[in-house]
């Protein structure tokens, strides 16, 4: 493979297509879930791709993991018990567990393999998988927010792939109802919510069913991410009970960790709407 | 050219592409400056490429106009003449005049073809240039600039291509301290940075030119821009005396036009910067 060799990702639904220039692919192979690939790119790092579709690169999935975590635990009093579906990557748990206030963060991950591929191509991301707060399982993340205890958890990250394939049935009613009973009173469910630009309708059709859920209050965050459809994507927060547009903000501008991203004013920026998602999402 | 033609811009400096899936070219031609193509896309409407290079696209280049004109006009307490360096798309131009303040604005394109092309392939972009307070010139904008009176210009906004060929001497010390001198105290310098994860050594020097240039208040905001390198995007403002961090909160709030990305929480949210920003652009 040369070095003028690209890897491409044509996202058809958009017209938009990102490519990351790459060295060697390192690694492919099928699971019985999906296709996985990893090529080591000339500037971004390691590249993960399932399906065909970029899934994270060394250098800015900070933007993404930070986004589905850190707003959604400071907008917490305190968040004790969390759950992440999806994630397989290590990159959210690795946040996760930077709230001291954490007790448990189990990470529901379908696919092993993306895990075990983390943990050899990513490995910065899975540095915290050892400790004693996290649990790793690999299985299927719809039956186990189903059978939750009912108010025993304080945040569902729902850290996906994109509503096709074994992810599908985590965008409907019927998940987030099980996510909904499961979370405590001022629990709170953060899910990836794909392109402002570019997945508009997925976006409104997401918060419509996270409403018929039971969920009041729901704040969908926009953020940057180069190696996504569109370079912009989001996340939607929706909390049982509570507002989500204050946060703890001086836990926040105190916090004893280092981030690359995310600060209060991001925090506070993070909740601003467009002007076209204001109009959009105003129904 | 078949409907599963896409046109990339393979990015080298960064080693990431962006492309857009382009139904037909519609006009290609090389000027005394530069080559410019127009190409039709399936779902971002036309497509401008100056050497090689995205400019523009009829769907997100709301994202860019917007940013680079309302902060700075509400930045300032009464933006009556306003400059703008490059910006043949007359886009910036569009944004600039939807303000009631706004007695005179000259738009100073080097090159004639650019905006020719823009009145023929993106109209909603030129719909404003019959404005009797728009004058457009056809010339230099370094000389241009180093022959404005001083003290006569509120806001310059500079909307130019890359910092390299015909816009490199729109990036330096020399540059920046003609605008100085032309702007009246309270002034507005607004130029385009590049993209933040991208090109922030770029952004250190600019802003370290500008304040050799004088600038005292130097302010880097970030946006989203899906048809440029990375797809996050970013304009520094400079002032001639007074902050950059408040602005005309309640005439933003009550504007009489509309705007697709801009609104005062958006104004307030790429005012924050992100942490890694932040620990850069400190020194």
């Known amino acids: 493979m040369s070095q003028s060799t690209w890897f491409t990702e044509a996202h058809a639904a958009s017209g938009s297509s990102i490519g990351f220039r790459v060295e060697a692919r390192l690694h492919a192979e099928k699971t019985p879930f999906q296709s996985i690939e990893i090529y080591r790119t000339t500037d971004w790092g390691n590249l993960m791709v399932i399906d065909g579709c970029i899934m994270l690169t060394g250098r800015d999935n900070f933007l993404y993991h930070e986004m589905m975590t850190h707003p959604a635990l400071f907008a917490h009093a305190a968040p004790r018990n969390v759950a992440i579906i999806g994630g397989g990557d290590c990159g959210t748990l690795r946040e996760v567990l930077k709230h001291a206030e954490v007790e448990s963060a189990v990470q529901v991950e379908i696919d092993e393999r993306v895990t075990r ?3 050899r191509y990513f490995p910065e991301l899975c540095e ?3 400790d004693p707060r996290a649990r790793l399982l690999f299985d299927d993340g719809i039956r186990y927010m189903r059978d939750r205890a009912p108010g025993s958890l304080d945040v569902v990250i729902v ?11 985590l965008f409907n009613a019927a998940f987030y109802a099980s996510c909904y009973r499961a979370l405590r009173e001022g629990g709170i469910l953060v899910q990836q919510s794909e392109s402002p630009v570019a997945h508009l ?10 409403r018929a859920a039971g969920f009041p209050a729901i704040h969908t965050l926009p953020f940057p991410q180069p190696c996504y459809p569109t370079g912009w994507w989001s996340c939607t927060m929706a909390r049982k009970g509570g507002p989500l547009e204050g946060f703890r903000e001086r836990d926040a501008a105190d916090k ?18 467009p002007e076209f998602m204001r109009e959009s999402l105003r129904a």
Request: avoid cysteine.
């Open 117 to 119: 591929l983390a943990e």
């Open 128 to 130: 915290s998988n050892g």
């Open 159 to 169: 850290d996906s792939t994109d509503p096709v394939g074994p992810a599908e049935g």
């Open 201 to 210: 309708e997925l976006i409104r059709s997401m918060r419509g069913a996270m």
């Open 256 to 273: 004893p960790f280092a981030t690359r991203y995310y600060n209060v004013e991001i925090h506070r920026a993070a909740l601003a709407q």
